[in-house]
């Protein structure tokens, strides 16, 4: 994890947290004050891990942790109230936000960060697969669009156009799916 956001009303909090994550080398810490102020710089910019220390002068934090939690980019790491910790980790937990009761103290925070890491790299290993998978299933589609072609404009069989597409990306050292967009090109134009 490479960059992280603070949003805490508590100057005391920012300075607890940014210590924390500077510790665990954190390149790139912003902090801000509210809800608002997050929701807006979430628009612009991607950030590894947030950190929402509750509640805040504009709304409770809850909300802003499940938002972001649904957009599956970020950990979210949820400090409330110990009163409130119940309640709200049943309503944010299923989001995968981690919530961490107050007071909270330097080794229960590092044990939710490095869990919070742990869990984004396990995320972005299967964002990665799942990429890949799409990848393969969209070369698929084409390839088979252009097999199609091939039999419905030059009479092939399923075989032959399948063995003509690999002929010709092994001959003209391409990939299947670069022979196919120039068939698609040829004859759907």
């Not at 110990?82 to 299923?94: C, I, R």
Request: hydrophobic share 40%; proline share 1%; net charge positive.
């Amino acid at each position: 994890m490479d960059s992280a956001l603070i949003v805490s009303y508590s100057e005391k909090s920012i300075a607890f947290f940014m210590e924390m994550l500077n510790s665990a080398s954190f390149g790139h810490i912003a902090t801000l004050k509210s809800c608002g102020e997050a929701r807006r710089l979430l628009l612009e910019k991607d950030f590894d891990l947030v950190v929402i220390n509750a509640p805040l002068r504009d709304e409770s934090g809850e909300s802003l942790s499940r938002y972001i939690a649904s957009k599956g980019i970020s950990q979210v790491i949820l400090v409330v109230k110990s009163e409130y910790f119940e309640e709200v980790s049943a309503h944010t937990e299923e989001d995968g936000v981690l919530t961490v009761a107050k007071p909270i103290n330097k080794a229960l925070f590092w044990s939710a960060l490095k869990l919070a890491k742990s869990v984004g790299s396990r995320i972005k290993i299967m964002q990665a697969e799942n990429s890949k998978l799409k990848q393969k299933i969209e070369d698929i589609r084409i390839i088979d669009r252009a097999k199609c072609i091939l039999i419905s404009y030059l009479r092939m069989s399923e075989q032959e156009a399948h063995r003509y597409i690999e002929k010709q990306a092994m001959d003209m050292r391409v990939t299947r799916r670069v022979v196919a967009e120039g068939i698609l090109k040829t004859y759907e134009n």
